[in-house]
């Protein structure tokens, strides 16, 4: 992997990361957002895949927007997490 594509990855993960932060509220700071972005684009691309569709778009903007429709999921995923493990205590 060069350095271009890890580059590559986290300038898509910050920007997912950002705008799927800036949707459902809240934020993990520039490395959390990288993070959550990257982390969304592979489950934005098994969602996809599993729904059997593509990108609505392809290009960049493609591959971001998948990345932000995971990060979202897993944001709303470790809210629900967060809420259930909180009322217990």
Request: net charge positive; hydrophobic share 60%.
């Amino acid at each position: 992997m060069s350095l271009e594509t890890i580059l590559v990855w986290a300038v898509i993960g910050l920007i997912a990361g950002w705008l799927a932060s800036a949707v459902v509220g809240g934020g993990y700071g520039l490395i959390g957002d990288i993070v959550v972005g990257v982390v969304g684009a592979f489950l934005g691309g098994f969602i996809f895949r599993a729904l059997g569709t593509g990108t609505p778009f392809g290009g960049l903007a493609g591959t971001i927007f998948v990345a932000f429709i995971g990060a979202v999921v897993l944001l709303l995923v470790l809210r629900l997490i967060h809420s259930s493990t909180v009322r217990r205590v």
